[in-house]
């Protein structure tokens, strides 16, 4: 699989039931299906997109990820990032991002914010090949277990050079 196979698309109510096994399987502290809903459904601000690919066993197209954001005013907020791990390092992550910044864009937004485990250099890795740049931590943001966030931040927002790169 690569990363030009992988298709984002908006979020149904439909999958709801898959988003939230990828979001139990990924998360210490998952949303619940009450927050899920609401953030599909019920917030005027939040964008929910879905990554399908190629399921390796049977060729058909399964959910391997999803991406909440919001769009506020001037402001991206980048909420929850989920990819399976047998989809990892496929360049689903990198898709769904590239997608949320150019609806920011799209939208007017100017920079684009979010916090990530500070155990998380996966994640960390990417947004900082995407552009973002840590600006701060939080102390004890993160339950279960406890963990300190990182802040990270990209002012002016701009869909990098990598999302503009066939496959990206």
């Not at 009450?34 to 197209?61: H, T, V, W, Y």
């Not at 500070?118 to 277990?145: C, D, I, M, W």
Request: proline share 5%; with cysteine; net charge positive.
């Amino acid at each position: 699989m690569t990363s030009a196979s992988v298709i984002i698309e908006p979020a149904t109510s439909g999958v709801l039931d898959e988003v939230l096994a990828i979001e139990q399987a990924c998360f210490s502290a998952p949303w619940t299906r009450k927050m899920l809903a609401a953030e599909l459904s019920g917030n005027q601000f939040a964008n929910f997109l879905i990554a399908k690919c190629p399921d390796p066993l049977s060729g058909s197209l399964a959910l391997a990820g999803y991406f909440c954001f919001w769009v506020v005013f001037e402001e991206v907020r980048l909420m929850n990032l989920a990819v399976l791990a047998p989809f990892r390092r496929r360049g689903v992550a990198s898709r769904l991002v590239c997608a949320a910044l150019e609806t920011g864009i799209t939208r007017g937004a100017t920079r684009a914010m979010l916090e990530v485990r500070e155990s998380n250099h996966e994640a960390q890795t990417l947004y900082r090949r995407l552009g973002f740049r840590q600006t701060a931590k939080r102390a004890r943001y993160y339950v279960h277990p406890e963990e300190d966030a990182v802040l990270m931040e990209m002012a002016p927002l701009q869909v990098s050079v990598l999302c503009r790169q066939p496959g990206a």
